[in-house]
């Protein structure tokens, strides 16, 4: 990786441009880096975590190189937010999509014409169409960014077909630097990434995956695991969250039940009318206390930077999609949680979907793990996060300090010895039965009984356990591929898993070590103190981050934005702390650019002033 602490005379350009229209400091992790190799022309791969400042690392060159700056992205959503918000900081930016009107199309092509356009957000059907390529030819181009480029593999999680066109780019636009960029790519898909969208040798930038800001959980279902959930979103009343739950009717259950205890949450699914789905989108990102329930329609691109808690109701389908889902907590960087929650049968119900899905086996078998590697780490002992960055291929990495498995080390214990009992139990009953029958072998308590399931060796080896004990184990089995389970029709047959893990147990070479925890663990931070809207803003400054707030959103609703587009939760704590007397004090305010300060710096000085 280069070095930045080269000189480098666009990036004190950059630097510039970062202070006076986006108002913050300095750079962030890679970002001074990548900028730098798309300032010189180069192609880039970035993976920076979600909240990392992605967009700066195409925005800021926009502004600096010549021509327009492409960014291609797969949801409306998204684009709207980041138009909406470059405006607001005075760039000029724009999207086509199929929302957009006739006469605002002509318009934006009139600016693309006059060289006035700074950055034109685009679909990537919408980019590929040949009358589009066409027309973007004959105009000069700064570069191409790729976000969630990710959905150009088939081993990421979320294969998007479209994107493979992408790849053309390469023909049509040969001299603009294409910069592709992702939250997640593990070391596969970071491959696939420069092949399909043909970047040659472009330099990889991977960052960091810690999110030291996310305090991660997991509990293992009672039940439907539903009373669970509404228990934690009445414990974090006052705050914005996300709750992913699997299926359509799994989400209105639950809005449903939420809304009836008072709680201010909405359902949101592919299946809904497109108008209430924008409707309810843009009432969520507007509100400072609002819970969506959703499926994961409901995700890229939603930028809400003050969501508190994302809670899995039923958990995510890989360690990429949950670190991507969870990741959509706290991204302005305040503490937030990701709280998850699962049992095997959700398990059964992954292998299940995987199954009839019409895909090679060999993607079948990735798919599978991946499915398997998460549920390894929802149920494992060791720090949560540590366990997902070492998945991405992090090395060194330490443990979090904040996930509920740092908190609280769950107490251990060898169960090689009785998952040898269980696993020889499944064995000699031939994979026929299920779990309880099983479980009923080993206490010997199976009912009517016949001779030659007494004559087994296994009968009644595992009396010296509970019915409870058992069950818990038969899941780390099932979580870690030891044992699998058959649908069956849902009737699911407990089998042996994959053959080389299971000698190995027996062998003696594979420990098997389970969680004593209690099946209801608390979760991380639920308890902590003073953390109520996730920002700690001293009790002398609340009345004026008050005042800054209402006026905040007065503000955003005559303008019809959500009100972080104005100013975020902290550039108003900043400010509160601060109370600065002038202009220059207030442009000092993390946040503050140089269009908002012109925009907003009266009245927000003439609030500090009377409050
Ligand atoms: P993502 O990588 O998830 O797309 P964004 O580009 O939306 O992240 O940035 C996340 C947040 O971090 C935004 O609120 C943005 O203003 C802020 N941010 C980005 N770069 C910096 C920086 N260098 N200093 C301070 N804040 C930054
Ligand atoms: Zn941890």
Known sequence: MPPDSL?????????????????????????????????????AIAVLPTGGGKSLCYQIPSLIRGGVGLVVSPLIALMSDQVQALKQAGVAAAKLDSDISLDERSATWRTIDEGKLDLLYLSPEGLMQPSMLER??????????????????????????????????????????????????????????????????????????????LALSAIRKQGKGRDQVVALVEARRGRSGVIYAGSREGTEQLAERLSQSGVPA???????????????????????????????????????????YVIHADPPASIEAYWQEVGRAGRDGDPAEGITLYDSSDLAWAFRRLDSREVSDEVKQTQGRKVRQLYAMLDGTGCRPAAVRRYFGEEGVEPCGVCDLCLN????????????????????????????????????????????????????????????????LIDALLFEGLLREDPNDG??????????????????????SVALRAIQAKPARAARKGSATGLEVAAGNRLLYDALRAWRRDQAAELSVPPYVIFHDRTLAEIAAARPGTLTALGQCGGVGDAKLERYGPQVLKIVRDA
Request: include cysteine; hydrophobic fraction near 40%.
């Open 136 to 213: 973007l030819s004959r105009v000069p181009l700064a570069l191409i960014a790729i976000d969630e480029a990710h959905c150009v593999s088939q081993w990421g999680h979320d294969f998007r077909p479209e994107y493979r066109a992408l790849g053309r780019l390469a023909e049509v636009f040969p001299d603009v630097p294409r910069l592709a960029v992702t939250a997640t790519a593990d070391a596969r898909t970071r491959a696939d990434i420069r092949n399909e969208l043909r970047l040659g040798d472009a330099q990889e930038y991977v960052a960091s995956f810690a999110r030291p800001e």
């Open 7 to 43: 000189p480098h005379p666009g990036l004190d350009q950059a630097r510039a441009i970062l202070q006076h229209t986006f108002g913050h400091a300095d750079f962030r992790g890679l970002q001074a880096p990548v900028i730098g190799d798309v300032l010189a022309g180069r192609h």
């Open 409 to 472: 080390p769950p107490a251990s214990v060898d169960a090689t010895e009785a998952a040898r009992k269980a696993l020889s139990a499944v064995h000699r009953l031939g994979g026929r039965f299920g779990r309880g029958r099983v479980i009923d072998h080993l206490l010997a308590r199976t009912k009517q009984v016949q001779d030659w399931e007494v004559a087994l060796s296994t009968w009644g080896i595992g009396k010296d356990s509970h019915e409870s004990e058992w069950r818990g």
């Open 266 to 308: 909405v359902a949101y699914h592919a299946g809904l009318d497109k108008a209430l789905r924008n409707q309810r989108l843009d009432a969520f990102l507007k509100a400072d206390e609002a819970v969506m329930v959703a499926t994961i329609a409901f995700g890229m691109g939603v930028d809400k930077p003050d969501v508190r």
């Open 491 to 512: 009737r699911p047959l407990l089998q042996l898993g994959e053959p080389d893990k299971v000698k190995a147990v027996y062998r003696g070479e594979l420990q098997v």
